[in-house]
């Protein structure tokens, strides 16, 4: 009892006793948070053991600065610190709940887009449980006010400091030691933060992640011509043949990319209350002219959106923190579709986005892609109930788009972004026409809604295209950019699907979007063949006849009769059609059974494929942070002067509106065919 009482006492009265006490609590209550607000997976003892223990030594580190300051400034001090660590918990609790990935310092430096992205969702998100992560701060608080903890006035010796730290810096150097043995090659090769956080902790991962971005910067220092003759080498060892039959089917014809956001593979021929949800769609992806993928894979990182236009661009991967088109797009030397198509074969090159134009550093990036035109929010109409979300709602932003669109000189290369069906998929009651789904879980109910109203709006696009002629004469590309539900609904997905449960294996498998590619008089059918983001632009290419010697494509054209049909994903993890890993197990893709006891060929496969996605990833990396482009170029190829375009509104009214021959509005003999969009759009109802 008297040592109990002795105990409290040194606790409350002195500046160690305070210290250990503040440790101690945000030790108890980072752990709890890891088991309750993260799915970090942490398997066998050692993990566990080490989950346990890395939230100790870094706080110990970090809070035990305040032994080295005097008077109540040392117990300011560690609650200051105590504060700063808790707020970094509490926000990363907060977009872990939708992004299933820890914030990174790239993502909250470059692109505000995060910020933005969560800004507009707190409310719908934030769960009353979340703010306890402060409660051991309130309690210190509490004890400090009612002088229950009482201010130990003189400092200790500097040498209790000076043990304090090298204990902490020993435990850290344990945590490490251990965490490396378990896991080889956590800080070089592994690609998925959730491992940093489960093995090193969150503030160590926000200092890793820290010193990988102050590193990128060093190697794009750093970089040299023969870096990228190493990447071009391993590119020339694996090069896979383009398909023949395929090759110029397309050639001369348009190319209309529409980004269908947040749009998963599922939804096609998906049926809600016995109503197909995207009708226009399944049309399409069954029509006879029409190349459907029902195995193609979003491939996006913390970059989503971004990173699927990265990918489809440049067939180059996004980064594992950040967004390369916000860290990179403004500054690096690309080599990308619009600019290969307007230099081989005159196509004139557009993005048209009802969002704002910073968004994802857009207006910078698409000039180093080499964009002739970026139409975004300020040069369309906006009013009160034309926006929702992120940007005017799908059929809205269509509508207007013609006005631009038909001024477009042919053969153009079009990239129209939709955004309606955006997390956290609300519609105003006028535009619903399908019910909420029913899972109680209300992030995802809207789903279908969204995706039903983004289906209705492509459905009066290609029925204006058709009505103008456009169709016959575009190469029309649709694709999702990325998973809609994420990999923390796997209560409500499951039974979306009508599944029992609803595992990480299925969680991987649900990252399938679609892929369709659709031409008058093309030869189409539902391919099994798997492929991700990374290979669209060669089999875009390809099928458009466009040379693609000497090109730094991580990807390959996914009608090749070679296709090697491994699928990576950022984080490391991949699906083929035998096998898929995620979060570092082994599964079979057809059973979705986990692989125990591998047989000799089974390991071999496996390591064959996991130092191919590596290895892929990492010298993507390096061409991006590298800016290794800036040192070579296919001898066809003029580089791109970001300096040539101009984005300003006046600028390319002007260049828009001239005279264009090629245009649809001039083949029209000068008479606009905006009156050929029918919408239904109430907002538009006179
Ligand atoms: C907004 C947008 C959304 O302009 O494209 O990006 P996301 O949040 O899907 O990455
Ligand atoms: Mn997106």
Redesign the pocket.
Known sequence: MLRIKRGSHWLTHTRLGFLLLVVGLFWLKTYIIYQTKFTLGATGPMQQVLLFLNPLPSALLLLGAGLFFKGRKAYWITLIIDFALTFWLFSNILYYREFSNFLSISIIKTSGSAADNLGKSIAGIILPTDFLAFADLAMIALLLGFKVIKLQPHRDRFRIGVLVEAIAIALLGLNLGLANNDRSGLLTRVFDNNYLVKYLGINVYAVVDGFKTAQASAQMAKANSSDIRSVRRYLRANAVAPNKAYHGVAKGKNVLII?L??FQQFLIDYKWQGKEVTPNLNKLYHAKHTLSFANFFNQ?GQG??SD?EMMLENSLFGLQSGSAMSSYGTTNTFQSAPAILSQQAGYTTAVMHGGAGSFWNRNNAYKSFGYHYFLSLDDYVNKPNYYIGYGLKDKIFFKQSVEYLERLPQPFYLKMIT?TN?YPYQLDLKNQTISKTKTGDATVDGYVQTAHYLDQAIGELLAYLKRTGLMKRTLLVLYG??YGISGNHHEASAQLLHQKAFTDFDNLQFQRVPLMIHANGLKGGIKSTYGGEIDVLPTLLNLLGIRQTGLVQFGHDLLSHDAPQIVAQRNGDFITPQYSKVVGDYYDTKTGRKLQNFSRTQKKDISVINNKVTTELALSDRVIQGNLLRFYRPNWFQRVKPADYDYNRQVQMRQLFAKHPTSLYAQRHDKSSQNLFKTDAPELKK
């Open positions: 980004h956001e947040s996006v989503k959106t699927a955004v955006h950019d990325h």
